[in-house]
């Protein structure tokens, strides 16, 4: 299995309350990512990162942000959660340009009040 | 956009039925994965297609890519309990930054 750890793996925020998520990866892959992953919607991408410092937005990237300043660790930041930002979040990473193969975090399980 | 649809969204069969899901799109792909996710995990790549009309086997899973590589389908042959999970088909272009496009997911439930 690839190294790649999620934290914290639950966590219950309050509206309005600044959360951050933190993916970390001991495969030295290049490409990383995070996902929300909500019924009837699969698993979309909020953001993801190319290489340290290079980070691009995915499909629902409104209200988060990432940061990426080693190459283990890929960081997602809710500036301000709302309750539509309850969700299940993955991290994955790849080592191919196409994006192809990832492998996933076990998954932060986020519920904002 | 590309989009990837994946058919049926729900399946339940009993054990030792075979069965067939689909992933189908209007664009091509370099490659196609599929991945299975049990309750609570994380999805778990089972299979990469590369080339047209390739056959890959797993055991009781056989994966096919479609020739125009727009597609995919996923055979399982006697299937278990072991076998219920979220199956995911992902579709990857050289040209897309590092991005890959996500199906819905069939939901299969196996019953003993």
């Known amino acids: 299995d690839a190294g790649i750890t999620q934290s914290p793996r639950h966590k219950v925020t309050e509206t309005g309350t600044p959360v951050t998520l933190r993916c970390h990866q001991t495969?030295?892959?290049?490409?990383m990512y995070w996902y929300r992953q909500d019924p009837g919607h699969g698993l979309r991408l909020i953001h993801y990162?190319?290489?340290?410092?290079?980070?691009d937005k995915g499909e629902v990237s409104d209200g988060y942000s990432v940061s990426r300043s080693k190459t283990e660790d890929f960081l997602l930041t809710l500036e301000s959660a709302t309750s539509s930002q309850t969700s299940v979040y993955f991290c994955?990473?790849?080592?191919?340009?196409?994006?192809?193969?990832?492998?996933f975090g076990p998954g932060t399980r986020l519920t904002v009040t | 956009t590309q989009l990837l649809e994946q058919s049926p969204q729900f399946l339940s069969i009993q054990e030792g039925e075979n069965l067939t899901v689909y992933c189908n799109s209007s664009?091509?792909?370099?490659?196609l994965q599929w991945y299975r996710q049990e309750p609570g995990e994380g999805p778990v790549l089972l299979v990469t297609?590369?080339?047209?009309?390739e056959v890959k086997k797993l055991k009781r899973l056989t994966f096919q890519f479609g020739d125009a590589r727009k597609d995919s389908s996923l055979h399982i042959t006697a299937a278990q309990p072991g076998d219920t999970g979220l199956y995911l088909c992902?579709?990857?272009?050289?040209?897309?930054?590092?991005?890959?496009?996500f199906g819905d997911g069939t939901t299969l439930t196996v019953k003993p």
């Open positions: 992902a579709g990857a272009r050289n040209t897309n930054a590092g991005k890959s496009t």
């Open positions: 495969e030295n892959h290049r490409y």
């Open positions: 664009s091509v792909f370099s490659s």
């Open positions: 990162s190319y290489g340290v410092k290079d980070t």
């Open positions: 297609v590369v080339t047209g009309g």
């Open positions: 994955a990473i790849s080592e191919a340009q196409g994006g192809d193969e990832q492998y």
